[in-house]
């Protein structure tokens, strides 16, 4: 069975690029996608993804700030967070508040992959 996959990010570029990279794969279905952390939420609450991707630095509601409002919404989905090179610290926090992994942008397809396999088991 093919896992749900919600992606957040608000460049639709990279939300493009983690689509086709898991579209190859062909054992994900892309659920559905947000710009933002508020309509993160909203999706999370309606969809119950297996699998959230979500970006850190986004407008209106950053991912950290976000995150644990998902983990309530939708609380058996992984949360995955993305973030550009140094943003460690908000890496860490976002562990703490329930993310179970993340990746660094650029993404690259390995490290994607072990990351969902990481957090599925």
């Given amino acids: 069975m093919a896992l749900r996959v919600l992606i957040v990010d608000d460049a639709i570029f990279m939300r493009t690029v983690l689509k086709k990279m898991l579209a190859e794969e062909g054992n994900f ?3 559905g996608e947000a710009n933002n952390g508020v309509e993160a939420i909203a999706k999370a ?3 119950q993804p297996d699998i959230i991707t979500l970006d850190i630095t986004m407008p209106e509601m950053d991912g ?3 995150l644990p409002e998902i983990v309530k919404a939708s609380p058996n989905t992984k ?3 993305c973030s550009a090179m ?3 610290p908000m890496v ?3 562990i703490k508040n329930g993310a179970k992994d993340f990746i660094v942008k650029p993404f690259q ?6 990351a969902i396999e990481n957090v599925m088991k």
């Fill in 45 to 47: 609450k309606e969809l």
């Fill in 86 to 88: 140094g943003q460690q």
């Fill in 92 to 94: 860490i926090e976002a």
């Fill in 64 to 66: 950290v700030t976000a």
């Fill in 29 to 31: 279905e892309i659920v």
């Fill in 79 to 81: 949360v995955i967070m």
């Fill in 109 to 114: 397809k390995a490290r994607v992959l072990q």
